[in-house]
């Protein structure tokens, strides 16, 4: 597989695992469901220029306990014109928190990557979960995400580690989509794949909308990309 595709699935794991859409009653404030939300978000290198569009719309959900929707979601290439992700994932919505099985639409992209080669994909891990309720100063479980990749003769092993997840303030944050009131995530990403990474990421969430903006700076501090919420629709 290709580098660029690796960081695009790391990437999109973390823009997933902050965004949803408008509120529904029984569910989070910050992460709800509501079948028909549309929102987009774009990625920018340093210098401002676009990398990747990412499309999602919640195209079903299915009340009971847990409440559960359908997350349909495209990743394009701008510079190639390409869409690289094409998957759909689920959230579910019980016991005072939203819970996310993000491994399943890493499984399904990544083997649509190898079809056709002699090679097979398995990925294991926790599943990504969200107090309904958030507060200045909590402390959120750590994402843990092992990949595994036989083609052949040869396995590589990779890794996504999310941790030290902690919410730190409030900001208002302007995008293209408009000017949000949030509360300020931080956390550590820590990326094996083709090669090692260490990010510390910042996310910026608004109440019934969900991701709004995230930085994501090198391990010397440096900003390395950054995502902002462009559109969005309910």
């Not at 294991?124 to 402390?139: A, I, K, R």
């Amino acid at each position: 597989m290709k580098t660029r595709l690796f960081k695009q699935l790391t990437l999109l794991f973390v823009l997933l695992v902050t965004a949803t859409g408008m509120a529904q009653e029984s569910c989070s404030s910050y992460y709800p469901i509501n079948k028909g939300v549309r929102y987009e978000v774009t990625t920018y290198d340093k210098k401002d220029n676009a990398l990747t569009l990412t499309k999602n719309e919640i195209v079903a959900v299915t009340d009971g306990i847990p409440l559960k929707a359908t997350v349909h979601t495209t990743v394009t290439n701008l510079k190639k014109d390409k869409t690289t992700v094409d998957a759909n994932f689920h959230i579910l919505c019980s016991g005072g928190k939203i819970t996310m099985d993000l491994n399943e639409m890493l499984q399904e992209t990544m083997q649509e990557q190898l079809d056709g080669k002699d090679a097979s994909v398995a990925i294991t891990g926790t599943d990504f979960e969200l107090p309904n309720n958030l507060e200045v100063g909590q402390g959120l479980p750590d994402i843990k995400t092992d990949i595994a990749v036989k083609s052949g003769a040869i396995n590589m092993n990779f890794h996504i580690y999310t941790t030290d997840r902690k919410v730190i303030g409030r900001e208002s944050v302007t995008t293209p989509a408009g000017t949000f009131e949030c509360l300020v995530i931080t956390q550590n990403v820590d990326t094996k794949m083709l090669f090692a990474k260490n990010t510390t990421t910042k996310i910026w969430i608004a109440e019934g909308v969900g991701m709004v903006k995230q930085e994501d700076y090198k391990s010397s501090g440096k900003l390395d990309e950054y995502q902002m919420l462009t559109a969005f629709s309910n």
